[in-house]
């Protein structure tokens, strides 16, 4: 199938009719390999998808007659911590298949009579479900947050996703879009789109605090880096190294990781996969400090969370906390890629621990109110 693919793409003009015609068998006769290679696996992942919407159904009946409800998919940590920060009215929804499926979450919106639907990222599916409860009940108001950038629209899944909404949007079964980055926000406002800004914002009074354990070494965090290039793991790992008797923890680590670790000679606490938020809040307790210094990003949690947590976070130079205040200068870098400066941050920020969080306090106050006054701008517009 591939060395079709690729034969095709050498002969044949892309995006001439017979190279969308052959693309469009192409699709078809690769998802049916894959259903008859696979079949008892998707069998059991629909069943799943399926008892989710059920799920998804029944909460939407605590939401009857409510202004908005916000879906987000609970499989992507991000995003969906990114929702449970902002809004109240939460509905966790996975992937939607199937016409029965994408039917029962529409006609669940609008027979429990809510006004406005959020969706938080777009997942496969929910532009069908999107387009349902338009055609069941067009003064039902659909608004999406985009999480990405357009760095992203490198990944064809994400850009054939925003390829789709904002078609919708042209063709008005979009109401308006939210952002979690201002550059976003203000380029597709300027470009014609209806358009509001969101930030990204975090609440853990509910996760355990835990006493800090007495150790000679300094200990760092990288924290949901794992292998992609954008989260910039081997620059981090190197300026741990170069920080005088430290130690990193890394969750999760991947075994290219784990051997640059061990040809540095860097010492590390790691676990391979990802793990629930509420056990890596309590584990970045013990860290002296954590740091993210990603290539790109919108709207980051885990540096809020660190803060949170009571342990500073150095963050890459590339969303909107901090921007223009003392904390931002203390904690933002400006070069991502530079070990050596990374290093002396490091230790920067741990000499003026107290100081950094005491300035973290002080924004988070006036953060807390600005989030809710977007939120309530963007439910209302």
């Given amino acids: 199938m591939q060395k079709l693919k690729n034969f095709v793409k050498r002969f044949i003009k892309k995006d001439g009719f017979l190279?969308?015609?052959?693309?469009?068998?192409?699709?078809?006769?690769?998802?049916?390999?894959?259903?008859?290679?696979n079949g008892k696996n998707v069998r059991e992942q629909n069943k799943h998808y399926t008892e989710q919407v059920d799920l998804a159904?029944?909460?939407?009946?605590?939401?009857?007659?409510?202004?908005?409800?916000?879906?987000?998919?609970?499989?992507?940590?991000?995003?969906?911590?990114?929702?449970?920060?902002?809004?109240?009215?939460i509905v966790p929804l996975e992937q939607v298949f199937g016409k029965k499926n994408i039917n029962k979450v529409a006609e669940a919106v609008v027979n429990n009579n809510i006004k406005s639907v959020i969706f938080s990222q777009i997942v496969d599916g929910w532009v069908d479900v999107l387009k349902k409860i338009k055609?069941?009940?067009?003064?039902?108001?659909?608004?999406?947050?985009?999480?990405?950038?357009c760095y992203e629209f490198f990944s064809d899944y994400t850009w054939n996703l925003?390829?789709?909404?904002?078609?919708?949007?042209?063709?008005?079964?979009?109401?308006?879009?939210?952002?979690?980055?201002?550059?976003?926000?203000?380029?597709?406002?300027?470009?014609?789109?209806k358009s509001f800004q969101l930030q990204n914002n975090v609440h853990l009074d509910n996760i355990k605090r835990v006493e800090k354990k007495k150790s000679d070494k300094v200990k760092i965090g990288i924290y949901?880096?794992?292998?992609?290039?954008?989260?910039?793991?081997?620059?981090?790992?190197?300026?741990?190294?170069?920080?005088?008797?430290?130690?990193?923890?890394?969750?999760?680590i991947n075994e290219?990781?784990?051997?640059?670790?061990?040809?540095?000679?860097?010492?590390?606490?790691?676990?391979?996969?990802?793990?629930?938020?509420?056990?890596?809040?309590?584990?970045?307790q013990q860290n002296e400090v954590n740091i993210y210094p990603t290539f790109t990003e919108n709207g980051p949690m885990f540096p809020l969370e660190s803060f949170e947590m009571g342990v500073p976070c150095l963050l890459g130079n590339n969303n909107d906390f901090f921007v223009?205040?003392?904390?931002?200068?203390?904690?933002?870098?400006?070069?991502?890629?530079?070990?050596?400066?990374?290093k002396e941050r490091i230790i920067n920020c741990i000499e003026h621990k107290d100081e950094i969080m005491a300035l973290y306090r002080e924004w988070k106050k006036e953060f807390d109110i600005k989030c809710s006054k977007l939120v309530e701008e963007f439910i209302q517009g």
């Fill in 256 to 284: 290219s990781a784990k051997k640059f670790t061990e040809i540095l000679g860097l010492e590390t606490t790691s676990v391979d996969d990802y793990i629930p938020t509420e056990e890596l809040l309590e584990r970045i």
């Fill in 57 to 89: 159904v029944k909460k939407l009946e605590e939401y009857k007659d409510k202004d908005y409800i916000v879906f987000y998919n609970p499989t992507w940590l991000g995003v969906a911590n990114s929702t449970k920060g902002l809004f109240k009215n």
């Fill in 162 to 193: 925003n390829k789709d909404v904002m078609n919708l949007y042209k063709e008005g079964k979009i109401d308006s879009f939210a952002f979690v980055r201002s550059i976003m926000y203000e380029f597709y406002k300027k470009v014609g789109f």
């Fill in 19 to 37: 190279y969308r015609v052959i693309k469009k068998i192409y699709h078809i006769l690769s998802s049916l390999k894959y259903r008859i290679v």
């Fill in 324 to 342: 223009g205040t003392k904390l931002g200068e203390y904690v933002i870098l400006t070069k991502e890629d530079d070990p050596e400066y990374i």
């Fill in 224 to 252: 949901n880096a794992d292998s992609r290039e954008l989260k910039n793991i081997y620059t981090s790992l190197s300026a741990i190294k170069l920080v005088p008797n430290s130690i990193a923890d890394v969750v999760p």
């Fill in 135 to 149: 055609e069941l009940n067009n003064n039902i108001k659909t608004k999406v947050i985009w999480h990405g950038n």
